[in-house]
């Protein structure tokens, strides 16, 4: 089997199983430990990466069903609605512990790429999945909205 991770063709070993999860792929197999594990029940949302640019939790996807797919970790996010996003993040100091981040990014990053312009609505329906333990929802919203304006006012989406 191959993996397309974070635009590299990555081949997996014989001795994995088609059934692990990608989370544990990702982290133990390639040493991608930006993506983090909770719950590993589809509830919280750390585990977010984005699956042919759309955010999904890759604790709930196997590495046989993510085969021929292209994975982006928070560690390969770095095209211009990512970084105007982290730029937002750190502007409006949005992080406290951390941990929740790097799936927060993947998510607001597939909401930016369908919704350029996204209201309060669209970012809380979007961001439902992605749990925060130090409750800065209102910084995260706000550090949304600031780099959909920023982007739109460069005409980048």
């Known amino acids: 089997m191959h993996l397309n991770v974070n635009g590299k063709d990555v081949e997996v070993s014989e001795s994995i199983q088609p059934g692990m999860p990608l989370l544990w792929f990702l982290r133990d197999e390639l040493g991608l430990t930006g993506t983090k594990y ?13 699956i042919n640019g759309r955010n999904v ?33 750190k502007a409006l100091d949005v992080a406290q512990c951390g941990f929740c981040q790097p799936g927060q ?27 925060c333990r130090c409750a800065t929802y209102q910084r995260i919203r706000q550090a949304i909205h600031r780099a959909a304006a920023e982007l739109q006012q460069a005409d980048v989406i």
């Open 57 to 89: 939790k890759s604790c709930q996807i196997t590495v046989a069903e993510a085969q021929g797919r292209d994975i982006i970790t928070i560690e390969g996010q770095d095209d211009t609605i990512a970084c105007a996003l982290f730029a937002a993040w």
């Open 105 to 131: 990014i993947a998510s607001a990053v597939a909401l930016l790429r369908v919704s350029p312009a996204p209201d309060d609505a669209d970012i809380d329906a979007a961001m439902i999945g992605n749990l």
């Open 38 to 50: 909770a719950c590993g029940n589809d509830i919280c949302g750390a585990c977010t990466v984005l």
